[in-house]
């Protein structure tokens, strides 16, 4: 815990060194290395439980959490937040094998099957968004895609928040997986949802969630549900830190989905 908190430290002081001007100096935060010990704990003790624990193991959940809780960024360099992230571990960790590169499909559908993870913002580009999204969805589960309205009046309308508000309350309670696209003006109602900061009442999660400018509802919030946040790749940097830190992050490609053989094929036509 002390190294993987120092490895964090310095990777903090390389944002503040090197993104300070394009605001990104703050887009893993806290909450990111909160959740990376959560992980790495949780993972750990799962090992020790089926008598796996060793160095070797110890070090595989250690990455395992890196690539969940620190995703989402690349840098000018070409080098993703991941790499850089697991390229510090070395000066605590001298044997460590950090050469494998990072399933960002796989550790995006771990998200998913993990009940106790904080809900997933995915990065993509371009107007396929779906397709790519749909990529990481495994199982065959109801999910309902929310696409943010453009028309002005939606936007300054109290009325439309509170529709959308009541399809997603529904949504919650049934354990549906929603994906939420260009809501911006809705995200602010569901700040709680978002922290997970659920009211326990009869072992049942419960959420406030802002309806109205001056009314907020306690709405179930059944174990099954899960939320995925779609942020296109140019519109990332207009995103809060603080709205970023309450997810993990992924971006996804079609690089990440096509096989070696499909990206030179593709190169070639």
Do not use: W
């Not at 070409?78 to 605590?92: C, R, T």
């Not at 550790?107 to 809900?119: F, H, I, P, T, V």
Request: some cysteine; glycine content about 4%; overall charge neutral.
């Amino acid at each position: 815990f002390k190294d993987l908190g120092l490895v964090y430290y310095e990777y903090k002081k390389y944002l503040k060194q090197n993104c300070s001007g394009d605001g990104n100096q703050d887009f893993h935060g806290n909450r990111d290395f909160y959740h990376l010990i959560k992980i790495f704990t949780r993972n750990i003790i799962k090992q020790n439980e089926n008598n796996s624990l060793n160095e070797d193991t110890a070090k595989e959940s250690a990455i395992n959490s890196i690539e969940r809780n620190f995703g989402g960024m690349n840098f000018d360099n070409k080098k993703s937040s991941v790499q850089k992230f697991k390229e510090l571990l070395p000066k605590y960790y001298a044997k460590i094998n950090i050469s494998k590169d990072d399933d960002v499909v796989k550790r995006a559908q771990e998200n998913l099957n993990d009940k106790n993870s904080r809900y997933l913002l995915v990065i993509t580009k371009g107007s396929v968004n779906f397709f790519l999204i749909s990529s990481i969805l495994i199982e065959k589960k109801a999910c309902n895609f929310y696409i943010g309205s453009k028309f002005k009046n939606d936007l300054n309308k109290e009325e439309y928040a509170t529709k959308i508000m009541n399809k997603i309350q529904t949504d919650m309670e049934n354990g549906n997986l929603i994906i939420l696209k260009d809501l911006e003006t809705i995200y602010p109602l569901m700040y709680d949802l978002f922290n997970q900061n659920f009211t326990v009442l009869s072992e049942k999660n419960y959420a406030r969630i802002s309806v109205g400018n001056s009314t907020n509802t306690f709405s179930l919030v059944h174990d099954n549900f899960k939320c995925i946040v779609n942020v296109d790749i140019n519109q990332i940097t207009e995103e809060e830190a603080p709205f970023l830190n309450r997810f993990e992050k992924q971006i996804i490609s079609f690089e990440d989905i096509l096989t070696k053989k499909q990206i030179d094929l593709s190169k070639e036509i």
